[in-house]
């Protein structure tokens, strides 16, 4: 699999899932491009990828989703794993304010990141967006989590139904625990970020692809929409 001379955004860099694919991306020679709204984190990227381009700013705001957009230019491929998890009680407890927040991590960042970057994506490159298997439940205590990944999913949809040419658009759904530090139970960012690294040699098309443990990963082996 040959990456080299290839920009790959990464979406969400700083967290469990964007960590292990930008590092396998970097470890491939593609380039890797990668965002985080903190400075901090976005200095402490650029020192672990020492090949990377890295940007500050919030892909969850419209305007500077449009900023970042112009700053990036084209790329050939696209992951989106922007967002984490949302479980902080009964929905009738919340503020409003508590939507407002989980939307934007959980819902807009995906739709800016579709608005704003697919059509910066090569032709001949992909757009992946990551879900995971919760986003099909229901869980006590996590309706804002409930609501948004509904988005999500409704955004997946008609993607892959609407590029029929151009990026394949595909959604990675994630049935296991993805995290940097290696424990028990865990799958290590490192050796998913290897794994799904298939995902823009693979020309897959459209489908929801299933992620389970990184030996067994494969591009071709969709789930069934639910
Ligand atoms: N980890 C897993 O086991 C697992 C399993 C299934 C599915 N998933 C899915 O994978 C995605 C990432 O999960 P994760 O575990 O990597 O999450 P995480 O470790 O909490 O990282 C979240 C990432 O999203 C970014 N982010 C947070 N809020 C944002 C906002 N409002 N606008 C733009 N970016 C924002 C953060 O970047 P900043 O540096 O800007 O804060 C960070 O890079 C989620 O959609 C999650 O549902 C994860």
């Given at each position: 699999m040959d990456l080299r001379e290839k920009k790959i955004l990464v979406l969400g860099a700083t967290g469990?899932?964007?960590h292990g694919v930008a590092a396998a991306v970097a470890e491939a020679g593609a380039t890797?491009?990668?965002i985080s709204?903190?400075?901090e984190r976005a200095k402490q990227l650029g020192a672990l990828f020492?090949?990377?381009?890295?940007?500050?700013g919030d892909v969850s705001d419209a305007a500077?989703?449009?900023r970042l957009g112009r700053e990036v230019g084209a790329v050939d491929h696209v992951l989106v794993s922007s967002g984490g998890w949302w479980q902080k009680g009964p929905f009738v407890r919340q503020p409003a304010v508590?939507?407002?927040e989980a939307r934007r991590m959980l819902l807009d960042a995906q739709v800016h990141a579709a608005r704003v970057f697919l059509p910066r994506t090569a032709e001949t490159g992909s757009f992946t967006l990551v879900t995971g298997v919760g986003?099909?439940?229901t869980i006590p205590n996590a309706s804002m989590l409930a609501i948004a990944t509904a988005g999500v999913l409704a955004l997946s949809r008609s993607l892959r139904l609407e590029q029929r040419a151009g990026p394949r658009v595909n959604e990675l759904r994630i049935a296991s625990r993805i995290e940097r530090a290696p424990r028990p139970g865990v799958v290590p960012s490192i050796a998913f970020g290897r794994a799904v690294l298939k995902l823009f040699t693979s020309t897959t098309r459209g489908a929801i692809?299933?992620?389970?443990?990184?030996e067994s990963f494969d591009p071709a082996a969709h789930v069934e929409e639910r």
């Open positions: 469990n899932v964007g890797p491009i990668v709204r903190d400075k020492p090949t990377a381009q890295v940007l500050v500077d989703a449009d508590e939507y407002d986003a099909t439940l692809i299933g992620f389970d443990r990184p």
